[in-house]
């Protein structure tokens, strides 16, 4: 009523549709860009460890050998291996090579006895490879 005192005719029925319209469409074009990032990759590249299993077992004199079992070949230089919670740099491969394949072995010196726990890590990821404790013995 006092619309039509001053002289106006206010719809504004018409106006709520619109502007409910363009939100729809501006959320929708908001989450196709966000989702479209991530499955093309721009939200972040993620490195992706080798999948490997590995047995570990006692070998005298302190030392444990690591038997890769299957999966992909490891670039020995890309981990980090740790004894008990501590970081360990002895690890040779018996053919030389900086890497292990399946069906390969490395000997780790773990200068301790006993129930010891073995991590090996790999860097680019910090994804764990494998976790496993062993007994050793003299």
Known sequence: ?????????????????VIGV?????????????????????GGDIQQ????????????DKNV???????????????????????SRSVSNRSGENSLSPGGSIEMDVANTGQTTIRIIHNPSGQLIADSTVRITN
């Open 1 to 17: 009523m006092i619309d039509t005192q001053l002289g106006e005719t206010l719809d504004k029925r018409g106006v709520s549709p």
């Open 22 to 42: 363009i939100l729809m469409v501006a959320i929708t074009v908001i989450l196709a860009a966000v989702i479209g990032s991530f499955v093309l990759g721009i």
């Open 49 to 60: 460890a080798p999948q490997a299993s590995l047995t570990m077992q006692d070998a005298g």
């Open 65 to 87: 050998t690591v038997t890769h079992q299957g999966g992909d070949t490891l670039d020995l230089t890309e981990y980090n291996y740790t004894v008990n919670g501590a970081t």
